[in-house]
């Protein structure tokens, strides 16, 4: 079966800018994790939808935000952007109803977003 | 939810040898996962322990958990050029997982 898909790659913005990425979960999953990965934080997690809801949430600044649809596809958005917001952000799907009490995520590979 | 501390942060290793990862928590768990990442991609689930586990085995990879210690290794045998990557524990206890630094392995050839 198809893994999970996340687009773009690669994305360069401008400070100020904002931008959204997009991540396809495994078919019949029904939960999405956001991560921001950096040298400096290491993998900080971002939130969690479920259903079309928001289940989870880290402490990223209101400008992040994201949504789920009715086929689990779910997309980040992050408005004003600056320097800082340069990562790799990582989706994850997992399985099941709850949260990762009995199932792994499954990772996609990533948007490696540059703010310049 | 918490987080795991890996230890070493680093670690390199002729190739063939056997590597092994140790990962501690805090506060009880439900079960605890190992991630590897290869530079630059995402994470790719390679075990799930549960609680009531004490040792697991897939392949060359062989985790420990012990809870009364908190703690839990990874041992991976005759290592390969491809196992160099960063390396995860997720202690789950919560609705979600929190990575920490993880341990970055190196195999030398």
């Known amino acids: 079966k198809a893994g999970v898909t996340q687009t773009p790659r690669y994305l360069i913005k401008t400070r100020g800018q904002q931008v959204t990425l997009s991540c396809s979960p495994i078919?019949?999953?029904?939960?999405v994790s956001w991560y921001q990965q950096t040298p400096g934080q290491g993998l900080q997690f971002l939130f969690e939808?479920?259903?079309?809801?928001?289940?989870n949430k880290g402490n990223f600044p209101g400008r992040f935000s994201g949504r789920q649809f009715s086929n689990s596809r779910s997309e980040m958005n992050v408005s004003t952007l600056e320097l800082g917001d340069s990562a790799l952000y990582l989706c994850?799907?997992?399985?099941?109803?709850?949260?990762?009490?009995?199932?792994?995520?499954?990772f996609g590979s990533g948007t490696r977003l540059t703010v310049v | 939810s918490q987080q795991g501390e890996e230890d070493p942060q680093a670690l390199s290793i002729q190739e063939g040898e056997n590597a092994t990862m140790n990962c501690s928590y805090k506060?009880?768990?439900?079960?605890l996962q190992w991630y590897r990442q290869n530079s630059g991609r995402g994470l790719v689930h390679l075990i799930l322990?549960?609680?009531?586990?004490r040792e697991k085995h897939s392949g060359r990879l062989r985790v420990t958990l012990d809870t009364s210690k908190k703690s839990s290794s990874l041992l991976i045998t005759a290592s390969r050029a491809a196992d160099t990557a960063s390396y995860f524990c997720?202690?789950?206890?919560?609705?979600?997982?929190?990575f920490g630094k993880g341990t970055r392995l190196h195999i030398l050839p």
């Open positions: 994850a799907s997992k399985g099941g109803t709850g949260g990762p009490l009995n199932y792994g995520y499954t």
């Open positions: 322990i549960r609680s009531n586990e």
């Open positions: 997720a202690p789950v206890g919560g609705d979600k997982i929190i």
């Open positions: 078919s019949g999953h029904r939960s």
């Open positions: 506060t009880s768990i439900n079960n």
């Open positions: 939808y479920f259903s079309e809801t928001q289940r």
